[in-house]
């Protein structure tokens, strides 16, 4: 098909149609490091940042949610904090938790959505896409209500 053809239509081509930006967040991902005998004296263990305020897609954010663990939210319903983060459950199985017995733990930070604070429907997307489940999760498509509510 032609140019003229979407003309004549009153449409525009496919091709020069605008896409849907993509989301931008801006992320940390911190780790906390136990070890056996931390553990057992009831002591803090080693923290430090793996990542720390670093500029991200969703395609990025997948990727680490998929690297870190990170497989539950820091609360039950995204509604009720204005502050979550997400965070693994297991420890990873390097080669540090084989030969030392060192257990790592990490957890993302959302800092920034589109250039906003995140805001509970920015965390449940976050949340579809990193594949973590909130007890008390809202569907997206009805938050997105178009035009006034009618059912009174």
Not at 41 to 47: F, L
Not at 122 to 141: G, K, P, S
Request: one cysteine or more; proline letters at 5%; a negative charge.
């Amino acid at each position: 098909m032609n140019q003229d053809f979407y003309a004549r239509m009153g449409l525009s081509s496919p091709e020069t149609e605008t896409s849907v930006p993509a989301d931008i967040f801006v992320v940390s991902v911190h780790c906390e490091c136990w070890t056996h005998e931390e553990l057992e004296a009831s002591e803090a263990g080693t923290r430090k940042v793996e990542l720390d305020h670093v500029t991200a897609d969703a395609h990025d954010l997948v990727l680490h949610g998929r690297e870190y663990g990170i497989s539950e939210p820091s609360c039950t319903d995204p509604r009720l904090s204005s502050d979550i983060w997400f965070r693994s459950t297991y420890p990873r199985e390097d080669r540090a938790y084989f030969d030392q017995g060192v257990q790592k733990y990490y957890s993302l930070h959302i800092h920034d959505v589109n250039g906003h604070r995140p805001e509970p429907t920015d965390y449940q997307r976050i949340a579809n896409l990193i594949n973590v489940r909130f007890d008390h999760a809202f569907n997206l498509q009805e938050t997105k209500q178009e035009g006034p509510d009618l059912c009174l």
